[in-house]
């Protein structure tokens, strides 16, 4: 059974730092990027970075750029995201999931998704 559990979310005031992890489980963790991406209320969803378990390599968007920072813990099946100077407006469920197809965020790639998790950053 494929799982895709993040964790770690939370209530943070504007600047502050949070990390969210990603754990999963019922497929090969090095054949898939994680993504992660976030949903604020009453806006599409967002494709903000993702790793690659096969060799390493991260995609970063412009919005997130030098305030986040994923990293991958090959052992525990798990994905990090570090997220640093938070802003009010990023509050929002965070999501991430497993592609197999490459490195991006575009959603349609992702073949699983975890549930979730909120995250706010009051001001």
């Known amino acids: 059974e494929v799982q895709v559990v993040e964790s770690g979310g939370g209530l943070v005031q504007a600047g502050g730092s949070l990390r969210l992890s990603c754990a999963v489980s019922?497929?090969?963790?090095?054949?898939?990027?994680i993504g992660w991406f976030r949903q604020a209320p009453g806006k599409e969803r967002e494709g903000l970075l993702c790793i690659s378990n096969d060799d390493g390599r991260t995609y970063y968007s412009d919005s997130v750029k030098g305030r986040f920072t994923i990293s991958s813990d090959n052992a525990k099946n798990t994905v990090l995201l570090q997220m640093n100077s938070l802003k009010p407006e990023e509050t929002a469920v965070y999501y991430c999931?497993?592609?197999?197809?490459?490195?991006?965020?575009?959603?349609?790639?992702?073949?699983?998704w975890g549930q979730g998790n909120q995250v706010t950053v009051s001001s």
């Open positions: 999931a497993a592609d197999s197809a490459g490195l991006g965020t575009e959603e349609w790639k992702y073949d699983f």
């Open positions: 019922g497929f090969t963790f090095d054949d898939y990027t």
